[in-house]
């Protein structure tokens, strides 16, 4: 039935239906967060005994999935495929297939802005999600006080042909070796840091490397290629480059671990189930010193009276109707992509949430 609308005490209309509330449920999976400590890698029951309790994941329509996921459909059905394959939990994989459903808009009035929200699977090989959540611990980051000069640093782990399992433990293992040199722990004070993982050009090896941005002061290439290889015992390739703009430095890091896995690994169904295996229970981002505290703090919304304005079929139909709070939400959010035949049943992806001013 046709969403109706309503005056606000703020003067801003919100949309409101006519269904029966059974149909419009909203279904807040996002706000449901892991044990302290925890990374949302699937290992980690976030809805446990689903078909004990009643609970049901919402079911996104093409339009939600077309706009979360457009940008990496073709490789997500790949990743779902391998984590099939490779036996991941079932409600790990139904939470991957949920993502992006049940998109709601919302509104603040203190901060005169719109939002859009919904389910998210917070699957590490969710590009979107991978991304979102790097994005986050990147700008609480950026927000702590620096020690020193920032620097950015590329840790290669030599070539021994074993299985991507034995060579992320020898990687882990001697980056906590590195840690507990002299010389890493007199010039760095503060780190993040994360993997990157690619196929050989033949495709029958792995390359793994560790970038990292750290605070503290200077570290030069020479005395950290020694450190490493005392660590490692064979690899001596590092990579030390001062950064300008520490913003840059700790946003370059957290790209890597918020585009998931290699290209090179997501076309070989084979090498993406070893990644799927290999990487069950590790975290993508590390962080050390003063960084550490600070990337477990959660920092609050800006505003905390976000209320319901509608879903988006009912915003993008009001829209065409002109609707005055239909039109600002889709012009404020650009919800262009929403305007056109399936497109009234979608939600942007990207972020976990998209936020835009206020019209």
Known sequence: MAAIT???KAGVRELCTSLDPQETIRRRCDERDPPAGQDHDGQTELFPDLRQSGYVLPVPTNGETRLRHSGWAAARSRVRAALVAANAPAARVER????????????SDVGGVYRLKACYCHDRFCVPCCAAKAAKLARRVVSAPLAGEVRLVTLTLAD?????????????????ALR???LWKRAVKSAMSTYEITRGRTGDHWHVHLHAVVDGSYL???GLSAAWHEATGDSYIVDVRAVDDPRRGIEYVAKYAGKGVDASVLRDHDALIEAITALRGRRLLLFTGVWRAVAAVKVPSRYADWRDVGNLVQVVRAYHRNEPVAVAAVLSLRLWGLLDGEGAESR?????????PGV
Do not use: I, K, M
Request: hydrophobic fraction near 30%; proline fraction near 4%.
């Open 180 to 182: 507990r040199t002299r």
């Open 96 to 107: 991957f297939d949920a993502c992006g459903a049940g998109a709601w808009v919302e509104y």
């Open 6 to 8: 309503r005056q606000s």
């Open 348 to 356: 942007p992806g990207g972020l976990d949430s998209v936020e835009g």
């Open 220 to 222: 030069s290439q020479a």
């Open 160 to 176: 021994d042909g074993q299985p991507l399992h034995e060579r992320l433990n020898r990687l882990q293992a001697s980056y906590a």
